[in-house]
């Protein structure tokens, strides 16, 4: 089935510091990855839309400048919180969706990236 | 019972019972819709899907409704075990294209007393 692996699966770093996740499709390619954060006892939040070759999408509210996201490939996208500061800590998940002509697929997901800044 | 807490509410069952998860959504013109489960520590889990052209699709053991009327949904898990233990998500999907985000709900804790 559909795989979706998040590396790494758990940060800890001091404020400043800017943090780099991967999200890998492994058995397909995704043209459109999604990132979200969950916040304790909380739902997931799309934070934006990943795009292979071109720009991400962003929700609302989530600043481009600081969450960098890189879909260089149709296999990899990469997120960077950039100057992490405490309250950027979050679990941040990303999925994506196998290609085909069939619609409506289910999302998978990594198993996430818990981020914790000091 | 059920309860609603500041952000999660939980339902609790005894193991052997069945659990009914409840979940509206909020967009008229959302055509598919998933159940994930998630785990402590872990990303969210594919469980059940279902298209809005149908009101009830069943799996092993799990059993989803669709109420398009009411815009309600709902899981249904037969034979609860202490392994269904985890926090429960609905998601909608709001068109065919697979650009499209998914829409979470606020998700429930299923907590199962053996």
């Known amino acids: 089935g559909a795989v979706v692996s998040q590396h790494p699966s758990w940060v800890i770093c001091k404020s400043g510091t800017s943090v780099k996740i991967e999200c890998r499709s492994l058995?397909?390619?995704?043209?459109?990855m999604f990132w979200y954060r969950q916040f304790p006892k909380q739902s997931l939040m799309l934070m934006a839309t990943?795009?292979?070759?071109?720009?991400?999408?962003?929700e609302q509210g989530v600043e481009k400048d600081k969450f960098l996201i890189n879909h260089a490939s149709l296999t990899l996208s990469t997120l960077t919180v950039t100057s992490a500061h405490p309250e950027d800590s979050s679990f941040y998940i990303c999925?994506?969706?196998?290609?085909?002509?069939?619609?409506?697929?289910?999302?998978?997901f990594g198993d996430g990236t818990r981020l914790s800044i000091l | 019972g059920e309860s609603v807490g500041l952000h999660l509410p939980t339902l609790s069952v005894q193991e052997g019972d069945n659990s009914i998860i409840n979940c509206a959504y909020s967009?008229?013109?959302?055509?598919?819709f998933i159940w994930y489960k998630q785990e402590s520590g872990k990303g969210p889990q594919f469980i059940i899907d279902?298209?809005?052209?149908?009101d009830k699709r069943q799996g092993q053991r799990v059993t989803v409704l669709l109420n398009k009327t009411v815009k309600h949904l709902s899981l249904q898990i037969a034979a609860t075990q202490p392994g269904d233990s985890a926090v429960y998500f609905c998601?909608?999907?709001?068109?065919?294209?697979?650009?499209?985000?998914?829409?979470f709900g606020k998700g429930t804790r299923l907590s199962v007393i053996a």
């Open positions: 999925s994506a969706r196998p290609p085909g002509v069939k619609t409506n697929q289910p999302q998978h």
């Open positions: 058995d397909f390619q995704a043209t459109t």
């Open positions: 990943s795009n292979e070759g071109s720009k991400a999408t962003y």
């Open positions: 967009n008229s013109a959302s055509d598919y």
């Open positions: 279902i298209r809005s052209n149908m």
């Open positions: 998601a909608e999907n709001r068109g065919d294209s697979g650009n499209t985000p998914l829409v």
